[in-house]
């Protein structure tokens, strides 16, 4: 008897209580926020009856997002216990919020069941991200296979550069989309997951070779051809997807996410100006070929108090400004507090066009205002801080590369399009994690979320020797 609660005392005691606590209060805010939404779609001149409150069906996605992230809480706690406590909730948190959104963008774009597409989604990640987890057991197997991953993203990379030439205007900003049957894949979202692996693997079993530097030009020092010349390969699929495939915000991110990994891998502020100049140079050298790339700057420049001629031209020109401006135009009205879940005006025939996509982040700072925008910018704060703890916390160079390279993929991509929504850079088509509609992105974010976790888990496991 004794034994028995000496057992049970023990598996409470080891239980992801934080996590689960963590999990809580988002779930409230979830119903809370369905409710209202729900609410706000009720006929204003109707009377309020209990049978017409929304407590059966129309809560039926967001209480299916709780019960798969409870159920993915209850995986983690019998095989993954001693992985990070703090992800899953925040995750979950920016999760919910674009399952909420979906539904509430859906009718107004003429998608009334975008919601249920999103959740879908979800569900597959979650699904994925376990997989992800129990098919990698031991970590560093990616490592023995980083140049298969290089591969693989080459692979990625060719298929959409392809599909590129499809495209009969050769000026103008191409998709990085696949059509397979009935579903659209974006090959860029394992393209970046590859492209970290591989430098990750790269960089931590020729770290001092590159950090020394053996090749001089004038004040630089660069690493040796044999050590330079596999980055300078994947570097270069970067400025290719930037002049050929007319990508920006893919060509930035892979750009980031190099310069990140640079520096993680060798601690050398040279290298990471002397790539930062290659890219000012190139960028300007697409600025004078490119007509779009020129389009897009001259958007960044539109001056929306002292309104004229050439703004009007540009806001009314296909591809110009008219959706930045209407986006600014949307974070406006929402001022402080923001005008409440579903009584704002974000989509529309003319209103922000893509906003479920490109644009989601208006619709957000329209309807839950500056307090609401910073409350997300501050959970993706806190996400790219757990992730560089995990990569801190890892038990080798390859994993604390491998960890800190893909939190700066969060990092780097929130950044990016969060500035391209508040006209502070060029919009591009990079998806916000976790909030953007649609399944690459949700499933790619998911095996980076799974990979982060695994990572926590084993190098606890590797410092307390109990599994």
Same mark, same amino acid.
């Not at 995750?91 to 399952?99: F, S």
């Not at 991509?413 to 060029?426: D, F, H, V």
């Given at each position: 008897?004794? !034994?028995?609660? !000496?057992?049970?005392?023990?598996?409470?005691?080891?239980?992801?209580?934080? *996590?689960?606590?963590?999990?809580?209060?988002?779930?409230?805010?979830?119903?809370?926020?369905?409710?209202?939404?729900?609410?706000?779609?009720?006929?204003?001149?109707?009377?309020?009856?209990?049978?017409?409150?929304?407590?059966? !069906?129309?809560?039926?996605?967001?209480?299916?997002?709780?019960?798969?992230?409870?159920? #993915?809480?209850?995986?983690?706690?019998?095989? &993954?216990?001693?992985?990070?406590?703090?992800?899953?909730?925040?995750?979950?948190?920016?999760?919910?919020?674009?399952?909420?959104?979906?539904?509430?963008?859906?009718?107004?774009?003429?998608?009334?069941?975008?919601?249920?597409?999103?959740?879908?989604?979800?569900?597959?990640?979650?699904?994925?991200?376990?997989?992800?987890?129990?098919?990698?057991?031991?970590?560093?197997?990616?490592?023995?296979?980083?140049?298969?991953?290089?591969?693989?993203?080459?692979?990625? #990379?060719?298929?959409?550069?392809?599909?590129?030439?499809?495209?009969?205007?050769?000026?103008?900003?191409?998709?990085?989309?696949?059509?397979?049957?009935?579903?659209? &894949?974006?090959?860029?979202?394992?393209?970046?997951?590859?492209?970290?692996?591989?430098?990750?693997?790269?960089?931590?079993?020729?770290?001092?070779?590159?950090? *020394?530097?053996?090749?001089? &030009?004038?004040?630089?020092?660069?690493?040796?051809?044999?050590?330079?010349?596999?980055?300078?390969?994947?570097?270069?699929?970067?400025?290719?997807?930037?002049?050929?495939?007319?990508?920006?915000?893919?060509?930035?991110?892979?750009?980031?996410?190099?310069?990140?990994?640079?520096?993680?891998?060798?601690?050398?502020?040279?290298?990471?100006?002397?790539?930062?100049?290659?890219?000012?140079? &190139?960028?300007?050298?697409?600025?004078?070929?490119?007509?779009?790339?020129? !389009?897009?700057?001259?958007?960044?420049?539109?001056?929306?108090?002292?309104?004229?001629?050439?703004?009007?031209?540009?806001?009314?020109?296909?591809?110009?400004?008219?959706?930045?401006?209407?986006?600014?135009?949307?974070?406006?009205?929402?001022?402080?507090?923001?005008?409440?879940?579903?009584?704002?005006?974000?989509?529309?025939?003319?209103?922000?066009?893509?906003?479920?996509?490109?644009?989601?982040?208006?619709?957000?700072?329209? *309807?839950?205002?500056?307090?609401?925008?910073?409350?997300?910018?501050?959970?993706?704060?806190?996400?790219?801080?757990?992730?560089?703890?995990?990569?801190?916390?890892?038990?080798?160079?390859?994993?604390?590369?491998?960890?800190?390279?893909?939190?700066?993929? #969060?990092?780097?991509?929130?950044?990016?399009?969060?500035?391209?929504?508040?006209?502070?850079?060029?919009?591009?088509?990079?998806?916000?994690?976790?909030?953007?509609?649609?399944?690459?992105?949700?499933?790619?974010?998911?095996?980076?979320?799974?990979?982060?976790?695994?990572?926590?888990?084993?190098?606890?496991?590797?410092?307390?020797?109990?599994?």
């Amino acid at each position: 008897m004794a !034994q028995m609660a !000496q057992r049970s005392a023990g598996v409470l005691r080891r239980y992801r209580w934080t *996590e689960l606590w963590l999990l809580i209060l988002p779930f409230v805010l979830f119903l809370l926020a369905m409710t209202q939404l729900l609410l706000s779609n009720l006929d204003p001149t109707s009377s309020l009856k209990i049978n017409n409150l929304p407590i059966g !069906q129309g809560l039926t996605p967001i209480v299916g997002l709780i019960a798969a992230l409870l159920g #993915f809480h209850v995986v983690m706690n019998i095989f &993954f216990r001693k992985a990070d406590q703090f992800l899953l909730p925040l995750v979950g948190v920016l999760t919910g919020l674009g399952v909420i959104m979906s539904t509430r963008l859906g009718p107004d774009i003429g998608i009334p069941g975008l919601g249920n597409r999103q959740l879908t989604w979800v569900f597959i990640g979650l699904v994925i991200c376990l997989g992800t987890m129990f098919a990698l057991r031991n970590i560093n197997w990616l490592a023995r296979y980083k140049y298969t991953a290089a591969l693989f993203g080459v692979v990625m #990379f060719c298929t959409t550069l392809v599909n590129t030439f499809k495209v009969k205007d050769l000026n103008s900003p191409t998709h990085d989309q696949l059509n397979i049957g009935p579903f659209n &894949f974006q090959p860029s979202e394992l393209l970046k997951i590859c492209i970290v692996i591989f430098f990750a693997a790269y960089l931590s079993e020729n770290r001092e070779i590159l950090a *020394e530097g053996s090749l001089k &030009f004038g004040p630089f020092r660069l690493p040796p051809l044999r050590q330079l010349g596999p980055i300078l390969m994947m570097l270069g699929i970067g400025l290719l997807l930037f002049l050929v495939v007319r990508e920006l915000g893919l060509a930035l991110l892979i750009y980031g996410i190099f310069l990140c990994m640079i520096y993680l891998g060798t601690s050398k502020i040279s290298y990471v100006v002397t790539s930062a100049l290659m890219a000012v140079v &190139f960028g300007f050298i697409g600025y004078l070929l490119l007509g779009y790339v020129k !389009q897009r700057f001259a958007v960044v420049g539109i001056d929306m108090v002292n309104w004229n001629a050439q703004s009007d031209a540009l806001y009314y020109e296909i591809g110009g400004g008219g959706q930045v401006v209407q986006g600014l135009i949307a974070i406006a009205s929402g001022g402080i507090l923001g005008a409440g879940l579903g009584l704002g005006h974000p989509a529309g025939k003319f209103f922000v066009p893509a906003v479920h996509t490109d644009m989601v982040l208006t619709a957000f700072a329209e *309807e839950l205002g500056l307090v609401g925008l910073f409350a997300i910018i501050g959970i993706y704060l806190l996400i790219v801080y757990r992730g560089f703890r995990i990569a801190m916390e890892a038990s080798d160079p390859f994993q604390q590369l491998l960890a800190a390279g893909l939190t700066s993929i #969060f990092a780097i991509q929130t950044l990016i399009i969060s500035a391209g929504n508040l006209k502070i850079m060029p919009l591009t088509g990079i998806p916000l994690p976790f909030m953007t509609y649609g399944g690459s992105s949700v499933f790619a974010n998911f095996i980076i979320v799974g990979l982060l976790l695994l990572i926590s888990h084993r190098s606890k496991v590797e410092r307390e020797g109990d599994f």
